[in-house]
């Protein structure tokens, strides 16, 4: 096996702490709690979670958003904001206004 390289090392870091605010949107909080993502999830598990059929109507809008701030090649619709609940609106405001992440509307 071999070492990580700096890259890869900062953007484990990012991902570690970004991963917190992926918890504030509700959809991915229940998915824990039905163990369809494990509580140290990397971002693959996020993107397996949004091409299963268990989690489509749950987190499909949610996750395609955290997916894009993780990586912006990561298409995302801002139009997908308007079928979101009040929940998930507000997880999206504090990105936005950068309370979640310490800067308005950090990508990691």
């Known amino acids: 096996m071999h070492e990580p390289n700096q890259l890869t090392q900062f953007l484990r870091f990012l991902w570690v702490s970004g991963a917190p605010f992926a918890r504030e949107f509700h959809g991915v909080k229940e998915c824990l709690t039905k163990d369809l993502l494990l509580p140290d999830f990397e971002p693959s598990g996020l ?46 405001k504090r990105w936005v206004n950068g309370q979640s992440t310490g800067f308005p509307c950090h990508y990691f």
């Open 47 to 92: 993107a397996r979670l949004r091409k299963g059929r268990d989690s489509e109507q749950l987190i499909a809008g949610s996750v395609a958003f955290l997916m894009h701030i993780w990586n912006s090649s990561n298409r995302f619709d801002l139009a997908e904001t308007q079928r979101w609940d009040g929940k998930h609106l507000g997880a999206f």
